[in-house]
């Protein structure tokens, strides 16, 4: 069991190291070099002075948009999140804002994102932004949504009255984990868009690629057996070596 839990560690950090969007690239696309020793000369060690504390919002690492809220010089307070022990909202989720200009309104997630506690909600909370402006052009004023915080800024609505409630998950009969509302007890479905990806928009609509995708029946087959021996004895036994010398008794003090 351990030497599986660490191969699926190096299998996630090698997706993490070598995939489409390396993770090398994103923070090379954001760092931000104060000074370092030049390259190429063994007297000088390699040393560079590089900014620590960035500012991460809903804006990709590797755009303009984030260099400009990190600019040189421009430090920002930290954020603290209150920590999430299990993850309720999903995208497609009816909610009711509860603070703000928007509060008592209703609306769907349309995007979720876990790392800051942040939720989007179509056409609540917005605000206007003039995009493309310069000297010679006055810009174009755009209406966006900002995000909302799960823990104090939303709550999830009752299917059966319609108000905002709290939740909390339980298991079924048949051993399915579910969201219940704590005002009605009726279940919260989870809805059909949170599974949507970039592959597909449902698992059952999903179309295998024989030449790409693993079937399923190799994924399930069981290639490994787990042994009480050590890694020498397995080699031993394959290539027919026995064992016939007897261990010096040892003793403990």
Known sequence: MRIFGFLSKKVGDLTVK?????ESYIKRSYEQVYWKNPTGYPQYPKAQVTRKKFRFTTNRPWTAQFRQQNET???????????????????GDRVEVMVGKDKGKQGIVTQVIQERNWVFVEGLNTHLRVVGKDKDFPGVTVQSEAPLLVTTDVKLV???????????????????????????????PVPKSAEET??????????????????ADVVTKIT??????????????????????VPAKSYWY
Do not use: C, H, Q
Not at 18 to 22: E, F, G, V, W
Not at 75 to 84: D, G, M, S, T
Not at 224 to 245: H, V
């Open 18 to 22: 070598y995939s489409n969007l390396p």
């Open 198 to 215: 970039i592959d597909y928009k449902s698992k059952d609509l999903y179309i295998a690629n024989p030449d790409k995708d693993t079937s």
């Open 224 to 245: 490994f057996e787990a042994k009480l021996r050590t890694f020498e004895m397995d080699i031993m036994e394959s290539m027919g070596i026995k064992e016939d010398r």
């Open 73 to 91: 010089g421009v430090l920002r307070k930290k954020v603290f999140l209150e920590p999430v022990g299990e993850w309720s909202f999903f995208k």
């Open 158 to 188: 009752d299917p059966e009255n319609l108000k905002p409630t709290e939740i909390e998950w339980r298991y079924t009969e048949e051993g399915e984990k579910v969201r219940v509302s704590l005002a009605s007890s009726r279940i919260i």
